[in-house]
């Protein structure tokens, strides 16, 4: 059963790169040849139509996602004992990044559908210190920015998206990083819009900002030897961008394969008792940078699968507060019940726009014959 063409990964980079190969290493050959390795023709031409892709003025790369969100925190400039409220699941550059900048973390819980942030908690968690949220579209689904950017305009709150597992959702239409103050990307290899290494890039249609966040990402200066502030080093490499804009022209029909596999995954797994396939909320163009079913017995499951050949992911294992980091501030998983419970039974299926509708079946197949279904 186990032949090689049954040996079926959560992601396939190597299968992206052989589809494309020929059009990428033309784009790498021409950096070299022209020796533009940081910024240059390349990192401007990928900033303006990442800024149009996501409809947005400006856009500013960066070295990678998480310098992403700490130097769009940096920018917006965080006073000690600002309090900065981040849900409760995620990535954890999500959170390290506020404190990195000066802030103080403040977790609200996330909401069992969506896996996003609840509102009803990021009201819960306001206090006359607050300053700003950080929702993350997690795994491609759109937080719900129209009630999230309700509270913050009541508030007086700046709201900066994490966008790094989300390129191309939308909600009601609208893009999303085009609904905060700002908006962080990450093309980290396995993204949806992935390089071959790090990178990053923030997005926003305030001029200042975007100024205020090009100075401190390149040594406080937007002109060499400028230095008004003291700033750190974190810019897109030339490859990376011309990698990225040669991937930037299949990102629709990648994110199109991605929303037809994620549909087959759901109608082959719906009727499976015990398992919880994902869900899409109203309004909501999902991109799928992760399919992850819930399942309570999930080692089983992942165990079972991988003596079949197909491997399996789990994002995250840990809600962010029970993190070891954070330990000293001593929360309990009953404070972030649903993130706490979803961290112990989410299973990240195989997703990625290469994989083969033969591919899948075998994947959803093993899954029915482990429930017994077949
Ligand atoms: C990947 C990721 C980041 C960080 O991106 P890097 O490029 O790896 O630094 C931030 N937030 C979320 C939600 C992510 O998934």
Excluded at 302 to 310: C, F, Q, S, T
């Amino acid at each position: 059963m186990m032949d090689a063409e049954r040996r079926i990964p959560l992601v396939d980079l190597h299968a992206q790169y052989v589809r494309i190969k020929p059009e990428l290493d033309e784009a790498i050959a021409e950096v070299i040849a022209t020796s533009s390795f940081v910024r240059g023709p390349h990192v401007e031409a990928f900033e303006a139509s990442f800024a149009a892709v996501t409809q947005r003025q400006h856009c500013v790369s960066c070295g990678n996602g998480t310098d992403a969100l700490y130097i769009a925190m940096m920018a917006l400039g965080l006073k000690p004992g600002d309090e900065v409220i981040v849900p409760a699941m995620s990535w954890i550059s999500s959170s390290e990044t506020v404190t990195q900048a000066g802030g103080k973390v403040v977790f609200a819980d996330i909401d069992t559908e969506t896996h996003c942030i609840n509102p009803l908690d990021i009201e819960d968690k306001i206090t006359d210190r607050t300053v700003g949220i950080i929702p993350v579209h997690l795994y491609g689904h759109p937080a719900p920015m129209d009630k999230i950017m309700k509270i913050a305009d009541h508030a007086g709150l700046w709201v900066l998206e994490d966008c790094a597992q989300a390129h191309l959702a939308s909600l009601n239409g609208q893009s999303i990083g085009s609904f905060g103050i700002a908006a962080t990307f990450s093309f980290y290899p396995g993204k949806n819009l992935g390089a071959m290494g790090d990178a990053g890039a923030i997005v926003t249609n305030d001029e200042t900002l975007a100024n205020h966040m090009a100075r401190f990402a390149r040594h406080g200066g937007l002109q060499k030897h400028e230095h008004v502030i003291q700033g750190i080093n974190s810019r897109l490499d030339g490859i990376q961008a011309a990698i990225l804009n040669v991937k930037l022209r299949h990102l629709s029909d990648w994110t199109q394969k991605r929303q037809y596999l994620a549909a087959r995954y759901t109608t082959g797994l719906s009727k499976l008792p015990g398992l919880r396939c994902p869900s899409v909320g109203k309004g909501a163009t999902h991109v799928w940078h992760l399919y992850a079913v819930q399942v309570e017995a999930r080692e089983r499951l992942k165990e079972a699968l991988l003596d079949r050949g197909v491997s399996t992911g789990i994002n995250y294992p840990c809600a962010l507060p029970l993190l070891p980091c954070y330990k000293k501030d001593l929360h309990q998983p009953s404070s972030f019940p649903i993130a706490h419970t979803l961290s112990q039974e989410t299973l990240s299926l195989p997703l990625y726009p290469e994989l083969s509708e033969a591919q899948q079946d075998y994947v959803i197949d093993a899954i029915r014959a482990i429930f017994g279904d077949e």
